[in-house]
């Protein structure tokens, strides 16, 4: 098992920065690929980002790409999702997630593990 909290999510204007983290206990985190992923309202949860269990392999979505870093302190067993360039279409609830295999993945149906959630609010 792995429990995952998000923290810091809030409300900044367009064009503003945030960097969420991803606190993970239980299960050994080092041996674990992470994700983040969003829902905003009245649409599915989509990819944002993921890292291998090393962080030396990165992937994010096209919409995020080169605004958006993922990285991880294993040492912390926490991953960040910095956010640069914020834009109000970015605004969604950020989630958290792990899966049992060490490699990167873009499905939701790929994670195990998720957690509850921190709002984002881009304003314009």
């Known amino acids: 098992q792995v429990q995952l909290v998000e923290s810091g999510g809030g409300l900044v204007q367009a064009g503003g920065s945030l960097r969420l983290s991803c606190a993970a206990s239980?299960?050994?985190?080092?041996?674990?690929?992470m994700g983040w992923f969003r829902q905003a309202p009245g649409k599915e949860r989509e990819f944002v980002a993921t890292?291998?269990?090393?962080?030396?392999?990165?992937y994010y979505a096209d919409s995020v790409q080169g605004r958006f870093i993922i990285s991880r302190d294993n040492a912390k067993n926490t991953v960040y999702l910095q956010m640069n360039s914020l834009k109000p279409e970015d605004t969604a609830v950020y989630y958290c997630?792990?899966?049992?295999?060490?490699?990167?993945?873009?499905?939701?149906?790929?994670?195990?593990?998720w957690g509850q959630g921190t709002q984002v609010t881009v304003s314009s």
């Open positions: 997630a792990a899966r049992s295999l060490s490699t990167t993945a873009k499905t939701y149906s790929s994670y195990d593990y």
């Open positions: 239980g299960r050994t985190f080092s041996s674990t690929a």
């Open positions: 890292i291998n269990w090393g962080g030396g392999t990165t």
